[in-house]
């Protein structure tokens, strides 16, 4: 069963304005944690941003956010002020639930910042 | 720098040939994890180790193993390779415990079968 779902395969933002990158991911254990990872085309990938399930407040990390909305099982990742070398692939994860030594990986979303 | 080393960065070979691909994980980092990644393709779990034991497997092919050695780095073994497993391979490490620790990825082999 998918545990992880990006429903967008590619988007668009231009410069400066902000872009929302969905995530919603499928548990019915309490204890998971979620995360982003940015993949630029040079192909590293790159850990952004964290959020638990038990954290009562949204993660920020700079220009990202995470809007976490537990009973939606949803962790969509903001960028604000988007910048050209935003431009890169956008996976979402999952480590849990249940067992910790399990990451689930979303599809991805490839996001490109038009100047 | 993730922490985690993979080497060589590159490799070219044709196909029938084996190759093995090595990982060093961060400092204090139990788990490896290998990944696959075909061209524009998401990330597909190929088989995780833990403190040298194997502890999840993927869709890992017969062809394929790996193994994690007593100083925790860990080798990814391809054989009789096909042009379809040119792709990107990640390692990838993590503490045992926590799920608030993230997965911190190397920056990957590029394998090319000629």
């Known amino acids: 069963a998918q545990k992880i779902t990006q429903t967008q395969p590619g988007m668009f933002v231009q410069e400066k304005e902000a872009v929302t990158l969905d995530c919603t991911y499928d548990?019915?254990?309490?204890?998971?944690?979620l995360f982003w990872y940015k993949q630029p085309s040079s192909g590293e990938m790159i850990f952004l941003i964290y959020?638990?399930?038990?954290?009562?407040q949204n993660a920020t990390e700079g220009r990202y956010s995470l809007n976490f909305q537990k009973a939606r099982k949803s962790a969509n990742l903001v960028i604000s002020a988007s910048q050209l070398g935003d431009s890169a692939m956008y996976f979402c994860a999952m480590r849990g639930p249940y067992n910790f030594n399990k990451f689930y990986f979303g599809s991805g979303t490839k996001l490109n910042v038009k100047p | 720098d993730s922490g985690v080393t993979q080497t060589p960065k590159h490799l070219i070979t044709a196909t029938g040939q084996r190759v093995t691909l090595r990982c060093s994980p961060r400092?204090?980092?139990?788990?490896v994890y290998w990944y696959q990644q075909s061209l524009d393709q998401g990330l597909q779990f190929l088989i995780q180790?833990?403190?040298?034991?194997?502890?999840a497997k993927g869709n890992i092919l017969e062809r394929f193993s790996a193994q994690q050695f007593p100083d925790l780095h860990s080798e990814l073994n391809l054989s009789s390779l096909e042009l379809g497993d040119s792709a990107l391979y990640f390692c990838?490490?993590?503490?045992?415990?926590?799920?608030?620790?993230?997965?911190?990825f190397g920056d990957g082999t590029r394998l090319s079968i000629l």
């Open positions: 959020q638990g399930s038990y954290d009562q």
């Open positions: 548990t019915s254990d309490p204890s998971y944690g």
């Open positions: 400092s204090g980092d139990l788990s």
């Open positions: 990838a490490s993590s503490v045992g415990k926590g799920f608030e620790q993230p997965q911190h």
């Open positions: 180790y833990y403190n040298g034991e194997e502890r």
